[in-house]
């Protein structure tokens, strides 16, 4: 019998080298899977462009987002150029026509008060979630809570609210009529809003700076720019004269939570309205004295998603949810955790590296 027939065949057909081509095209598939992944599920890489966060977080900044904190928010838009942003050079990169329903991958934790918090803005009305504006505020308040603001400061649930430590707010300063030497304001980041009169000026202080501002010879007094109670800006939530309401006295507001139930009245829907409509895609209307839903007559309604509200740390120049509202919960990108690098936009090209906020953990 001839074994053979039965034997292991040791013969390898020999291995084919890959070119070189091959080779860059297949590492740069490979790279671009692993960005993907990586970009999409655990971390993106943000800057911060404004002074909304100043004191905390300053522009130059750039931040790493972990996106399995509060879970990764899978894509909504379905067809977009990877690691570009919506627009670039007056063109869209995204294409609208195919949208996939809000879904998030389960997280570690759940969005908490004073948690830096990454959002896609929530009043770019017509333009796909994931495809808004990003933005980067502080979280005062989570669903159910009830948030009010009273002399610019924030209550929780009765109580005040922490402020951050590097907290910005504006204020009015008054001098003997002598002038200041500039490279004080930028020794101190104080930033001068406007000049009222020859010797009165509106500043933006950070907290640690203030004591060395007022110690100078030429200033007279420096007190804060709160807004008084009972008058009304136009511009802040829920735009309707109903609400009295300004950025330094404000509320109080029941935050939406998921499960929540409220009766519909002129009052409660100026409040909720937008989280209604625009956010859970109802129609309100009117049907002589009934309230309509979807043409069918209600009398209450029971919120679908959960509702935060996001604040800037420099109070006085930022624009946040006093004055477009409440943040879904599917507009949510991300928790802020590191600084892995910044510069300084004023300072030369050499100077400009703010070597201290490198790799510095964010809170």
């Known amino acids: 019998m001839n074994w053979k027939f039965f034997a292991k065949n040791n013969k390898t057909k020999p291995k084919v080298k890959k070119s070189k081509t091959r080779e860059w095209i297949d590492a740069l598939i490979f790279a671009f899977v692993a960005a993907t992944i990586i970009r999409g599920l655990l971390f993106s890489a943000y800057a911060i462009p404004s002074g909304s966060m100043e004191g905390t977080e300053l522009t130059g900044d750039y931040l790493f987002v ?74 005062q308040g989570i669903p159910g809570d009830t948030l009010s603001i009273v002399n610019a400061q924030v209550y929780v649930n009765g109580k005040p609210a922490p402020n951050a430590p590097k907290a910005q707010t504006s204020y009015t300063v008054i001098t003997d009529g002598q002038e200041f030497n500039p490279q004080i304001f930028q020794d101190l980041n104080v930033t001068i809003v406007n000049q009222s009169a020859a010797n009165t000026y509106e500043m933006i202080i950070p907290v640690d700076n203030l004591a060395t501002l007022k110690s100078y010879s030429n200033i007279k007094s420096i007190t804060p720019v709160v807004a008084p109670a009972g008058q009304r800006d136009e511009e802040v939530f829920p735009h309707n004269p109903k609400f009295k309401w300004n950025i330094d006295n404000f509320g109080p507001l029941v935050l939406p939570k998921k499960g929540m139930t409220i009766t519909l009245n002129d009052s409660t829907i100026a409040l909720y309205s937008t989280a209604i409509e625009q956010y859970e895609h109802n129609r309100l209307g009117k049907s002589g004295n009934d309230i309509t839903l979807n043409g069918q007559k209600v009398t209450t309604y029971t919120f679908k998603m959960n509702y935060y509200w996001m604040m800037g740390d420099n109070r006085h120049d930022s624009l946040d949810s006093r004055f477009w509202g409440y943040v879904p919960e599917d507009h949510i990108i991300g928790k802020a955790i590191i600084t892995w690098f910044s510069t300084d936009p004023n300072k030369g090209i050499i100077s400009n590296i703010r070597w201290n906020r490198i790799m510095r953990p964010i809170n």
Not at 73 to 100: C, D, H, N
Not at 119 to 124: A, G, H, L, Q, V
């Open 66 to 139: 972990s996106k399995f904190s509060y879970g990764a928010r899978m894509p909504i838009t379905l067809f977009s150029i990877p690691f570009t942003e919506p627009e670039m050079y007056g063109a869209k990169t995204y294409w609208s026509g195919v949208q996939l329903p809000y879904f998030r991958l389960p997280g570690f934790t759940d969005v908490k008060r004073r948690d830096i918090v990454v959002f896609n803005k929530p009043s770019e009305t017509g333009t796909p979630v994931d495809q808004q504006t990003t933005l980067i505020k502080r979280c």
